[in-house]
């Protein structure tokens, strides 16, 4: 929902361009819709229709969809599984979904090029996976920043004022510790050189009546 507050942001600006790319079109589509909503309840005109009234929409089912405004100002979706698309066009504003689920490849061949002619930005709201793909990148990119050029941020599920903490205290007791640190409170995590992770409580140490009707899992450990 936030990301789909700047795309609005920026669509009410005149003559502004604005990208918000996923690694689907329907994962693109979900901001894009938060954004229409804003747009359903904007109120400038004398008429009394809305700023979604006076704008151009086309949502075909499925694919890249398209707003524009009558000041001059625009937002498509893009793919990140079909890269060539994100190319021909300048933008202010790109509003990455769920950077944790593309490539950094994508990004700097094909995305970080759009911003340059029109001095633009870019967002990129999500929760981490593993420390492997464009969002762990760009954390790092902004760490270092010599520039000065980019800022992060980084909050747990709490941070959320609409979220209970009765359910994240649920979560906690209910997941694997390293998987809550990921989804809940914004940790990167590493699971590199792991096939699984085997918790102590999944140790077998001695053998379980009725062994025979259960699955096995046996496994070497060496403590050297």
């Known amino acids: 929902m936030a990301g789909g507050f700047e795309?609005?942001?920026?669509?009410?600006?005149p003559g502004t361009h604005s990208y918000c790319i996923a690694s689907s079109y329907e994962l693109a589509d979900k901001e894009l819709n938060h954004c229409l909503e804003m747009m359903a309840n904007?109120?400038?005109?004398?008429?009394?229709?809305?700023?979604?009234?006076?704008?151009?929409?086309?949502?075909?089912?499925?694919?890249?969809?398209?707003v524009e405004s009558p000041w001059g100002s625009w937002i498509q979706t893009r793919s990140a599984k079909h890269p060539d698309d994100i190319l021909?066009?300048?933008?202010?504003?790109?509003?990455?979904?769920?950077?944790?689920?593309?490539?950094?490849?994508?990004?700097?061949?094909?995305?970080l090029s759009r911003l340059g002619p029109r001095i633009g930005g870019m967002i990129a709201p999500s929760t981490?996976?593993?420390?492997?793909?464009?969002?762990?990148?760009?954390?790092?990119?902004?760490?270092?920043?010599?520039?000065?050029?980019w800022e992060k941020w980084?909050?747990?599920?709490?941070?959320?004022p609409y979220y209970s903490k009765e359910e994240y205290e649920k979560n906690r007791r209910r997941m694997d510790a390293t998987l809550f640190a990921e989804q809940f409170e914004g940790k990167f995590v590493s699971i590199r050189?792991?096939?699984?992770?085997?918790?102590?409580?999944?140790?077998?140490?001695?053998?379980p009546q009725e062994y025979e009707n259960r699955p096995v899992f046996v496994s070497m450990c060496s403590k050297v």
């Open 42 to 66: 904007c109120y400038i005109f004398d008429d009394g229709r809305s700023v979604h009234d006076h704008s151009r929409i086309l949502t075909p089912q499925k694919g890249k969809k398209l």
């Open 128 to 149: 981490a996976k593993g420390d492997g793909h464009l969002l762990r990148h760009l954390f790092k990119m902004a760490e270092e920043n010599p520039d000065n050029e």
């Open 193 to 207: 050189g792991k096939v699984f992770e085997i918790l102590p409580t999944f140790v077998i140490t001695g053998i």
């Open 154 to 160: 980084q909050w747990t599920t709490l941070a959320n």
């Open 7 to 13: 795309l609005f942001h920026m669509y009410m600006q």
């Open 88 to 111: 021909g066009e300048e933008v202010d504003l790109v509003l990455l979904c769920e950077a944790s689920q593309m490539t950094v490849f994508v990004w700097e061949r094909y995305i």
